[in-house]
Structure formats: structure tokens, C-alpha cells
């Protein structure tokens, strides 16, 4: 695994060094030549776009649009005018600018002049925004960038800090959530507790799906994305999913809360069940692994007469590999999918 480190600082805010940037763009350059491609478009909008920040330690706003050509210098452009001050301050891109009234219109104006148009495409870039591109600039061709993705599985030792920085900003969270979830609470007030302890410890929670249910009389199986106003008993078990987030990483916990009484069945075997299964996953995810060896791990789940409504496992941040248990699979797990040393999964 890449070796602990601390983030890095950018003027004062969390950020990758020059070195690391440049070296991204040059690993990604050489899929793009590889590929036949002329440069990558790389869209994003909100707050905290893993792609853009990635490519630039810009980490958003409305809408930012990065122009890496293969050769030559790369620009990021800047939607919002009274944006462009911070994004300059952290951007590892030198010519960092405001979009213009039109953000499409002005990266036309910066493709037109290129004499073969060939781009790769990462983010989202909205149908809309893609229509105008290719009406300005007619004969653009743009195309997905697969490649990239593939190599956002390895995470850096500069990464692998934003990762653990957001592990810890969980675990103090998930701390504060047990230590002030009380009888009468809403579910909303209980989700609270993990929200405002996330941005206490540096972070935010990007994640807080709850649900509490009387263990005698259940009524919800899986963790709810949305809180209702119910208030919290003696003798109900909470069910969580909860993400704490720093800059664009997030780090994952699913926890049972009960208050007041001890597991009742059959909560007290299904936690024994998942706990059992967990070990078992997490002795056998190593380096070189495949996805169906470390499934298989999973049947224990199968075997106690139980199902999962959920993934069993994912890349960080919803990346690949997402899988199921062999029992509830749609038809979409990678089975020869190989884990490597440096990717993150949860």
C-alpha cells in the first residue's frame, strides 16, 4: 500500500503538490496518444467533483470544464465570475479562467483552432452542453475516455491521505452519533448528530441514510434515504449507512444502534451472520484476488437462510468493482474482476 502521509496544503486548504498533478496528466496523456484522441474534456458541477479536482485540485463549483490536449498547455475554465478568485488560488493549472456568459462557447473558441478534433470526454457532461460543442465546432468528435476510470482504481500516496483523513472524519462521527442518540429523538435529529460532528472534524457528511424500527415489530429492513419524523423507542435498533466526506473522499460505516435492550432475534443472528461474513471477506480481499474467489467468501450469508438488498462490496466513492452475493446478483457483477494493491474498497 502507498505509505501514510499527511494532506498536503495548497495556500492553506487541502490539496496534491505540482508534482502530482503533473504527473496525472502525463500518465493520462499517454492513454490519450495511445487511443488516438487529440486531448480530454473533463466536465464537472457542484461541489467537491472528484474528476475536476482530481486533474486540477480545483474541487468545483457550478460548472468547470478542464481542456488537456495532448499537447500543448491545458485551461480550466471557471463558470462563475465571483468563483475565479479561489479557483486560481487552487488550481494547479496556470491558466485557470473565467468561462465567459457561455462556458460552452467558450471552449469552442478554444477547440476551433485545433487541426484534428478528436476528444475524450470524463464527467457528465450534460447532453445540452455536448450539442452546442459539436454545433459550434462541427467537426468534433467526442468520445468516451474509459481508460481513466480504469486508472482511478490506484490510488496515490497523495490520495490515499484524502482517504484516511476522511476514515477518521467517519469515525469520530459515528462516536458522536452513539454518544448522543437518545429515546425521543427524531430520526432527522439522530442523522444530525453524525452531520454536525462530520463538519466539526474537517469534513461533511456526504452520506446519512437512517432508520429505526421496533426490533419486536419491524418495519424497515435496510437504512432509509430519507429521515422521517418518527421519534426513537426503547427497544428499537437503528440502522445506518453513513458516509463522512473530506474533500471529495468519502469513507463508509454501517452500523446497528439499539437502545436500551440487547439484540433481539432475529437481529441478535443476522449481526452474528454479517459479522461472521465480514471477517471472512476481509481475510481473503488481498492483491490479486478475484472478485469471484472473494464472493465466494459470501455464501455463509446464503447457508443461514438469509438474502442482501443492498451491494455487498464497492470501490471507493461507488467505484469499481460493485458486486453482489452470487444468490442476489442482477447480472451486473464483475466476476473476473482482479483487486490490486493501492485500491480502496469498501
Known sequence: MPQD?????????????KEEIAERHRRVRTLLHREGLDGLLVYGAGRFQLDLHWFTNWPGG??????????????????????LPLAQRLSRIADTRWGGPHLMATAAELLRPRPRRRWGVVGALPWEGAARL?????DLALVPFAAYHALRLIRSSEEMAFVRRAAAIT???VLALWQQLQPGMSEA??????AQACLAAGGYASLHFLAATAMDAPTAFLPHQYQSSRRISVGDIVVTELNGAFWGYSSQVHRCFVLGDALKPPYDRLHAVAVETYEAIESALKPGASVREVVREAKRIAQAGY?????????LNQSAPIVRTAEADHGTTPWDFVFAEGMVIT
Open 5 to 17: 502521509r499527511e494532506v498536503l496544503e495548497v495556500d492553506g486548504y487541502p490539496g496534491y503538490s
Open 134 to 138: 459539436q454545433e459550434a465546432v462541427p
Open 62 to 83: 457550478r460548472e468547470g470544464l478542464l481542456l488537456l490536449p495532448t499537447e500543448g498547455e491545458p485551461v480550466l475554465l471557471v463558470e462563475l465570475f465571483n468563483h
Open 189 to 194: 435529529e439522530a442523522a444530525s448528530c453524525f
Open 307 to 315: 438474502t442482501i438488498v443492498d451491494d455487498l462490496l464497492h470501490g
Open 171 to 173: 469515525d469520530a462521527a
